[in-house]
């Protein structure tokens, strides 16, 4: 079955409208990682490697590999697409952050506004990938 990177960030729209820490902090969660994946199946068509390694992990390697998207001259792929795909990146890197906060500084309050900013912020990230995929040429095998 599976599921979407829109599933992810519904189910963080979702939890945004109870009261309790637990379900901001989840909110934080689950839309970043819809933005996460929505990067990831980007990455996966533009054939970039994301395997995190050298102590680096997949998200981090994830926006590297984004952010630092360089094509050959004779691409197809044009200046201004190279663009946003290095903007996709570098706004995902800072969600990476705010998910880690959220999932492992218990001691330290998650609030309600932070856990809106992410879930603008993913959808915003998810809307700009959406539209590079629409854009790209199609993959050659």
């Known amino acids: 079955m599976g599921i979407t990177p829109e599933e992810f960030l519904e189910s963080g729209r979702i939890l945004l409208q109870k009261k309790e820490e637990v379900d ?6 689950r839309a970043y990682y819809g933005a996460f994946h929505a ?10 490697d ?5 102590g680096m992990g997949s998200h981090r390697a994830l926006v590297n ?8 001259n004779n691409s197809a792929i044009e ?9 996709a990146g570098k706004q995902l890197s800072p969600l990476i952050s705010k998910r ?4 492992y500084d218990l001691d330290r309050e998650h609030l309600l506004n932070e856990a809106r900013h992410v879930v603008s912020s993913s959808s ?6 959406e539209k590079i995929l629409t854009t790209l040429p199609c993959p050659t095998k």
């Open 124 to 129: 915003k990230i998810m809307a700009q990938v």
């Open 24 to 29: 901001h902090r989840n909110a934080t969660s």
């Open 100 to 103: 880690h906060e959220a999932d």
């Open 39 to 48: 990067c990831r199946n980007l990455a996966r068509r533009l054939g970039l």
């Open 65 to 72: 590999a984004l952010f630092g998207f360089t094509v050959a």
């Open 50 to 54: 994301i395997r995190g390694s050298g």
């Open 79 to 87: 200046p201004k697409q190279i663009n946003q795909i290095r903007n």
